[in-house]
Structures are given as C-alpha cells and as structure tokens.
C-alpha cells in the first residue's frame, strides 16, 4: 500500500516532487485548474499537497488551493512509473479527509489520465463527475483546405481594436461554458500578455463589418515530453451564423496555421456534452489523445469521513 503524505505549505522541495511527478506523470502538461493554468509551479504558503509514495518515490499526488475559507480547487496526477493500481483511490480518500479535518465544505478536483482514470476512486469516497474534457488531436497537415462561404471575411486579430467586439462573440458563443463564458477584458488581456501570443495565429471572421467567428491558435515548443504541436486554442462561431459550415472552416485554417509553424500533431479541447462540436471534429479527423474529468465534493449534512 502507498503511503500518503501531507505537505504544508508547499516549500520549493515538495514543488520539486510536484514537477517530478508532472513530468513522468499520467498528465505531461502539469498540475493545472480548468483553463490550463499552471497552478504548482511555484511553492506557496496558501496550497497543500498530498503526495502518495511507493517506498520513498513518489508517485502520485493531489495539489490543493484554497479559493475561499470554505472552498478548494486541485487536481492530481499519478505517476507511469508507480507499480500501484490503487493510488488513484488513495489519493482521492486523502484529498477528501484532509478537506473535511479542515472544514472545507466545498472541493473541485480534476483528474488527468487515461480513460478509466480517478472514476472508480472517485464513486467510492464521494466525489460526482461535473465535466469530461477531451484533449484531441490529429496528425497534420490536412488533405483539405478551409472553404469559407463569400459572404464572410478573413483576417488575423488586431490589437487595441478586437478586443470588445471578440468578447461579444465569446460570450455569445459559451453562454452555458462554465469556464470560457465567463472571460472578462481582464482575461483577455491577461492572455494576451503571455509569451506565447501571437495575434497573426488568432483568424477572425466578418460578415457586415461584425465578428462573427475567430479561431485562436497556440503553438507549444518541444519540450523533455512531447513534440512540439499546436492547439486550437479558442474557436467560436456566433449562434446565429451556425449550420454554414463555418466551424469547420475555422478548423481547417487553424489546422493549417499550426502546420505552417512547423508542428505535426494540432490538438484541441472540447466537453464531452457539446455532441456537436464533439462530433464534427472526429468527422475532421481528430482522436482521443486523453481525458480530463472535474469532480465535485459538498461536505454532507452529517459529516463521515471516506472510510
């Protein structure tokens, strides 16, 4: 049986167990919350982790952060090199006590793995499934090329110009997202100020003079883990432009944006509930690369601990 251990606050020596976790782990990209922010790399007074070891290596582990007095969000990874099949449940049962000893009414966790990963753990200590995200991807380039109707006009993003008119069509696009519905300018400019950004890799489409559509790319280096690779990182289509084929379209020419940056493989993520997105991309041509899954834990009435 795997040992869990707490560790708090999280020193720059438990960062460094974190990061060998993330990198040999069943989630390459790193412990992250819901929009892909990093949330361990850096040590902080205000998170705690439960790190599940096998003799003295570690191979597994949750990392929480509080968000109010009573209310958490984390995530947790297991490790490819741990000879344990248990520790997803061990860490799940840790996560869910250390909350309760410390009234915490309220947790989010998201699990990354593979397919079966977290969900019978998961049943067990109480934890129900919110969202299921699928990270997918595809070889490229495409045989096919984007096909736009006339009516619409293409162009990149401008700066200091986009950037009210491209929320309205956000928001009309993911009025029920929990996550990409809710972006501010705020948000938006904090993206933008990533290293990362680059307007040139951000299609916006036009009809009347109005945005009716974008497709935001990012490219991702090479790193000890994977290849380098590009990712539809936003795309939206507004709600009264859809059924012209425009989403695909918008696939398609992020598609070959990212090609055209030298990458192989374009991924992109998309929640298992929107069946038509979901749909469309495997018609693309897109797989299963892993899945992501939020799970939700409310302190009961009377509380009991996971047993």
Known sequence: MNAVKIFQPVTLKVASMLRQISDTGTHQEGFTDSSGLPIADFASTDSTALIAFNNSLPVGAVYLAKISDDQAKGSVIISRNNPKVNVDLELAKAAVDFVYDNDIEYLELWGHGPTGFLVEAAAEVGLISQRELHEMEIPLPLENSAKFSPEVTVRTFIPGNDEEPWLKLNHRSFVNDPDQGQWTRETLTERMSRPWFNPELFIIIEADKTIIGSCWVQIHPASANRKKFGEIYVIGVDPDYHGRGLGRAL??????????????????????????????????????????????????TEKGKSG
């Open 251 to 300: 696939v398609e020419a992020g598609l070959a944006l990212i090609a055209k940056n030298d990458c192989a493989i374009g991924t992109i993520f998309v929640d298992v509930k929107n069946t038509i997105a979901f749909s469309l991309y495997q018609k693309i041509g897109f797989t299963d690369r892993r899945i992501d899954r939020l799970y939700v834990w409310t302190s009961p």
